[in-house]
């Protein structure tokens, strides 16, 4: 007789919506995941990825023993070996680079998984311990999350689900359908509500498909948009003065940088028609409530953060804020914080204070010596939840730097992925389906906890048990370093917080008490308490006070030799190299595209289906073409993130981008990235 059961869980990938799961098992296999009807953001409704998770589970590929390099680096060459084994190799390698200087040892984590606990916390407490370098986690959100932080406080913002009430959507920089879903079905209530949707991207996605209008700006132009709407407001008066004089910190300023911007000035940095901007002016101004849904493509330029906070000035302008359906959504990350000290035990540095290592430029950091300036050189990488060889900037250099015969890297992992194939030791990790965890998420207000629905698959470990497995090796004697999983969770949050965690054990999620209109009455968590359209913090720091127009690094016109911007936006069925290898979704996916304009096709003599080489400098990425409206004039849209081992020349659009940084929250320039575009003959990219 079959045994079946329905376990609560939660998505734990790098997407606002942070879904709860029901996993169906029956005799200790899961067979189906599916979204939990109880939890009112998910109503039962998952993405066509995460819905195939069990695929991706009992994929015929899954790491599920350890294993060591046997071939070249690179070369994927792996030969089974022990737990045992394993563990006493790296505890061996570690301790002796760790006599020298723990400083030459360096973490490197991003989101493979969201989770408090398989994320950020016996990781952090090993490594703490054994006082490695630092890594400054940058590669995604960290200038606009800067930008936030200086302007209304923090990642804050509207609740998700009063999109639904707005009577006008700016969709900024986001392909919702496909990175966003459970807002998109808000969106969609507001729209049959009778309300307006603008979308403000380079790319004509298919959000854009659905909304009233599309605003096709050149990458890296944000700001000046921003800036032209408060000129628009400004002159027309359509300001809640009240709010402003209450509650914001600067206006004078602004209005002075502001009134340099009208829409045809910004319509010719932006590629767009003043009018355009002027509409956009007047139904922003004259319309309430008006909601944005910002998201993090438009802040990878050079201008990223002075963008988003230009963008995030506008509700105080307006007094938006008012109305619980008004205001704006980057994050709400920090809306209910997490113990996150308790977790990653930051005091076992005691005074060591080590160095700090930017994720986003890891390729030329593999490849520094050591230098009085630098420290010393980095001889050890420990990689969990990344894949940094397909995802970070620049990518030709990354894998020169994770070549290095002298540098010995551990890599954990669900699969063999670009980076396993660099790996000394590799480290089966268990998958959400087979470990505990807990779950914050950054685009609604609920705490979310993930049981194990079945056992381990094979030999595979959580992460936190591989840290802990490790500590346990070198000798670690900290009482922390014997908290099991399920404990880890437990200390997530504190009771203050409002997260009951038998709430969490009998529902699988929880509702913690936050307010509707977080800043209806000012109360911005700024030093000051307002909206701080000027902020003393950052000039203090040399930084312009006020948010301006940053051009791009690699502006329009600044290169004969590369006319056409590439923006990199994810391909639909993955996020970020998640999921390229489940084999159902690949066959949505089809293959690596470059989507390019038909006018720019045509000097080209670019047709849809033929191989093309996209290159500049930093190096050359072969794949088909697609002629499409979907791509501006003067911009190229390189779908991603596939590994580079599925590329026609083994690389992706990574090996494109730079590793030049934003103006503020040193994050990485993916959409600041000029490239050409040429015919290939196909023998030549084989």
């Known amino acids: 007789m079959t045994q079946t059961l329905t376990v609560r869980g939660a998505c734990p990938h790098d997407c606002p919506d942070t879904c709860a799961l029901l996993t169906t098992v029956e005799d200790g296999r899961a067979v189906k995941v599916h979204g939990n009807p109880a ?14 998770y069990t695929e991706r589970t009992y994929h015929p590929d899954r790491l599920l023993h350890p294993m060591k390099r046997v071939g070249p680096k ?88 009063f999109f639904a009430e707005a009577k006008l959507i700016l969709i900024w920089g986001s392909n919702s359908i496909g990175s966003n879903l459970h807002f998109w079905r808000y969106a969609m209530a507001a729209k049959r509500a009778g309300a307006r949707l603008v979308c403000i991207d380079p790319r004509k996605s298919e959000t854009a498909d659905k909304c009233h209008e599309h605003i096709a700006l050149m990458p890296g132009t944000d700001a000046a948009l921003a800036l032209a709407l408060m000129h628009e407001l400004i002159v027309n008066r359509w300001l809640d ?36 901007i002027r509409r956009l002016a007047h139904d922003y101004g004259t319309t309430q409530p008006a909601a944005i849904r910002l998201n993090y493509g438009m802040q990878r330029v050079h201008g990223g953060g002075n963008a988003a906070r230009a963008i995030a000035c506008l509700p105080a302008l307006t007094g938006a804020w008012r109305y619980r359906a008004g205001g704006l959504l980057l994050s709400t990350s920090a809306t209910v914080p997490a113990q996150r000290s308790a977790l990653q035990r930051p005091d076992l540095l005691g005074p060591r204070r080590p160095r700090t290592i930017n994720m986003s430029t890891i390729g030329q950091d593999l490849l520094q010596p050591s230098s009085p300036s630098f420290g010393p050189q980095i001889d050890a990488l420990v990689v969990y939840n990344s894949n940094p060889v397909a995802v970070a900037p620049q990518s030709a250099q990354v894998v020169q730097g994770f070549a290095r015969e002298d540098l010995f890297t551990v890599v954990l992992e669900h699969f ?13 990790a268990t998958t959400q389906l087979e470990h505990w965890d807990i779950h914050l998420s950054y685009g609604h207000t609920d705490v979310l906890l993930n049981r194990p629905a079945i056992e381990p698959l094979g030999e595979a470990r959580s992460n936190a048990q591989i840290f802990r497995d490790l500590g346990a090796r070198m000798g670690f004697r900290d009482p922390c370093f014997a908290d099991d999983d399920e404990a880890l969770c437990r200390q997530a949050f504190a009771p203050a917080s409002g997260v009951d965690f038998d709430a969490l054990l009998r529902d699988g999620f929880a509702h913690p008490a936050v307010p509707e209109a977080p800043f209806a009455q000012g109360g911005f968590a700024t030093p000051s308490g307002r909206c701080e359209f000027f902020s003393q913090r950052l000039a203090d720091q040399g930084l312009d006070g006020l948010p301006d127009h940053v051009p ?29 290898n489940v084999t159902s979704l690949r066959n949505i996916e089809g293959e690596p595209l470059l989507e390019i304009p038909p006018t720019d096709a045509a000097v080209r003599g670019v047709t849809s289906g033929q191989v093309v080489r996209v290159f500049n400098d930093r190096g050359s990425y072969h794949c088909k073409a697609e002629v499409s409206e979907r791509a501006r004039p003067g911009v190229v849209n390189g779908l991603g993130i596939w590994w580079r081992k599925m590329g026609l020349n083994g690389t992706n659009v990574n090996e494109l981008t730079s590793q030049a940084l934003t103006d503020m929250g040193r994050g990485p320039t993916f959409y600041d990235c000029l490239v050409e575009v040429q015919v290939e003959n196909p023998a030549c990219a084989a």
């Open 39 to 52: 939890h009112p953001h998910t109503d039962g409704v998952l993405c066509a990825k995460v819905s195939r």
């Open 74 to 161: 690179g070369s994927g060459q792996f030969a089974r070996i022990s737990w045992d084994e394993a563990l006493d190799t790296v505890a061996s390698r570690l301790s002796a680079i760790s006599a020298c200087d723990p400083q030459a040892i360096q973490p490197y984590s991003y989101a493979g998984t969201m989770g408090l606990v398989q994320g950020e916390s016996m990781d952090r407490r090993f490594f703490h311990q054994l006082g490695a370098s630092l890594l400054d986690r940058t590669i995604c959100a960290s200038a606009g999350g800067e930008a936030l932080t200086q302007t209304i406080g923090g990642k804050l913002g509207m609740r998700v689900e």
């Open 241 to 276: 003065q009240d709010y402003i004089d209450s509650h914001t910190i600067g206006f004078g300023n602004l209005c002075e940088r502001a009134l340099l911007w009208n829409p045809e000035r910004a319509a010719a940095v932006c590629g767009i028609n003043a009018d355009q």
């Open 416 to 428: 063999q992925t670009d980076t396993a194939d660099y790996a000394d030791i590799l480290l089966p």
């Open 552 to 580: 791009n690094h690699e502006g329009a016109g600044s290169s004969s030799s590369y006319p056409l911007a590439m923006i990199s936006p994810p391909a639909r069925n993955f996020l970020n190299s998640s999921f390229v």
